[in-house]
């Protein structure tokens, strides 16, 4: 089992939609949950990010974290063209441990105008 | 200004010849990765390095030699490239403790012919 999975996509939604992007991991240790975006030919720019359970809202974007069910959650309402990219869910381990962020393999998004 | 950069962002090449990358940021950060980005868009560490001094170092061909001269800098070195090299390469930083709180570059696509 690979240590963070998500669904690779492509999804593809009408502008407007709400979207979700999920992620689940195996190793019960990580305590710091991100989400990062990246737009195409562009490195990886950090949208989210939260190390509790629950819900974390910034404008039209919510993380939602479950520990108990190792899971997390992107969700986008009010979806619009410049959403259009990879979202790559990333966790890491507690500040005990050097920073070695694991990715998962992340979620192509098309919204269509 | 440009928080993390890279040089050189194209690089094509034919088996067996060595490459280097370089990287530099200007955010003041102490720590500064390597990411390798495949054709799948999964991101994998590959090292990390803390002031100059390297604190993660990933199951990587040692064909792969990182260097840091000083905490703005890390380059990276590839000797006897193979066509499985084939990727991008993402530098990026954080403060050490920064728990996935990474800053990256627009990526170094090399091709390997």
């Known amino acids: 089992q690979k240590e963070v999975e998500q669904d690779p996509g492509p999804l593809s939604v009408p502008e407007g939609a709400i979207v979700s992007l999920n992620c689940t991991y195996s190793n019960s240790a990580f305590q710091y949950f991100m989400w990062y975006r990246q737009y195409s030919r562009k490195g990886p720019e950090l949208l989210m990010y939260?190390?509790?359970?629950g819900n974390k809202e910034d404008g039209r974007f919510t993380a939602q974290v479950d520990k108990s069910s190792k899971y997390i959650s992107l969700f986008i309402r009010d979806s619009q063209p410049s959403d259009s990219a990879t979202y790559l869910c990333a966790m890491s381990l507690p500040k005990t441990s050097y920073d070695k962020v694991i990715f998962g393999p992340g979620t192509s998004l098309s919204v269509i105008p | 200004d440009t928080a993390v950069s890279q040089t050189p962002k194209y690089l094509v090449t034919q088996m067996g010849n060595d490459k280097s990358i370089k990287c530099e940021q200007n955010?003041?950060?102490?720590?500064m990765y390597w990411y390798k980005q495949d054709s799948k868009k999964f991101l994998k560490i590959m090292f990390s390095?803390?002031?100059?001094?390297?604190?993660i170092n990933e199951t990587v061909p040692n064909r792969f030699s990182p260097k840091s001269p000083d905490k703005a800098h890390l380059n990276l070195h590839i000797n006897s490239l193979e066509l499985g090299d084939s990727a991008v390469y993402f530098c990026?930083?954080?403060?050490?403790?920064?728990?996935?709180?990474?800053?990256f570059g627009e990526g170094s696509r090399l091709t390997v012919l």
């Open positions: 990026a930083s954080s403060h050490l403790w920064a728990t996935g709180e990474l800053f």
């Open positions: 390095y803390n002031n100059k001094e390297l604190i």
């Open positions: 939260t190390y509790s359970s």
């Open positions: 955010l003041g950060h102490d720590t």
